[in-house]
Nanobody
Framework: QVRLVESGGGLVQAGESLRLSCEISGSIFISNAAGWYRQAPGKQRELVATISSTDRTNYEDSVKGRFTITRDRDNAQVTVYLQMNSLKPEDTAVYYC???????????????WGQGTQVTVSS
């Protein structure tokens, strides 16, 4: 069983930065890929960033150049980060860390989800 615990959300002003962390423990060998989703009030959940087993990264268009996903591996735990710079009010959402797999270029968050962390950007 995989466990994902997020941290790092909060309230910031537009233009500021935040770094989200996600500690993934458990059967990490099941999945070598991870991704961050977000969901704003009244909107559909969207995939923000992914990282593959070979550290290939991909980003949703609106965050390209501002967000960076990285991963650290340490024995039985993996930590995935989402560095968010130049934040905008439209980045306000609950951010979810996921563990999943890739089929071709498509990411599937089929291994586990975190509980979510709120990011609020004021104008």
């Amino acid at each position: 069983q995989v466990r994902l615990v997020e941290s790092g959300g909060g309230l910031v002003q537009a233009g500021e930065s935040l770094r989200l962390s996600c500690e993934i423990s458990g059967s990490i060998f099941i999945s070598n890929a991870a991704g961050w989703y977000r969901q704003a009030p009244g909107k559909q959940r969207e995939l923000v960033a992914t990282i593959s087993s070979t550290d290939r990264t991909n980003y949703e268009d609106s965050v390209k150049g501002r967000f960076t996903i990285t991963r650290d591996r340490d024995n039985a735990q993996v930590t995935v980060y989402l560095q968010m710079n130049s934040l905008k009010p439209e980045d306000t959402a609950v951010y979810y860390c996921t563990a999943g797999t890739f089929t071709g270029t498509t990411y599937y968050p089929n291994v586990g989800w975190g509980q979510g962390t709120q990011v609020t950007v004021s104008s």
